[in-house]
């Protein structure tokens, strides 16, 4: 028997003063896909076109700039905490040492 797919979202501005740049990006993407759940996500300050988040080329395509804000999307049976963590990131700056979520 399957478990229920769970969408979660979260809405958080860019906090670091350069944006999504390559370290940051490879950050994101690095956590993000320490989850089974599928990530995308949008930058709803600019063009609202949503990029796979497990994907360092799609996320340098969001010209992400400090104050721009990021609609996170996660599916799946981690998705609440996917979502939690890529958003604390995202709000401190990337500077978080995030643990890999426990199974």
């Known amino acids: 028997m399957s478990e229920a ?15 999504l ?4 990006v490879m950050q994101f993407v690095d956590l993000a896909s ?13 063009t609202h076109e949503s990029v796979d988040g497990k994907s360092a080329m799609h996320m340098m395509l969001l010209e992400a ?9 996660t599916y799946g049976d981690d998705a609440e905490v996917a979502a939690d963590a890529l958003a604390t990131l995202v709000q401190e700056g990337f500077k ?5 979520p426990s199974d």
């Open 96 to 100: 978080a040492n995030t643990p890999p």
């Open 21 to 24: 740049h390559a370290r940051p």
């Open 34 to 46: 320490r989850f089974r759940s599928a990530v995308t996500v949008t930058n709803v300050s600019r």
């Open 65 to 73: 700039t400090k104050g721009c804000v990021l609609r996170i999307q």
């Open 5 to 19: 797919t769970t969408e979660a979202v979260r809405e958080v501005a860019v906090a670091n003063l350069e944006g």
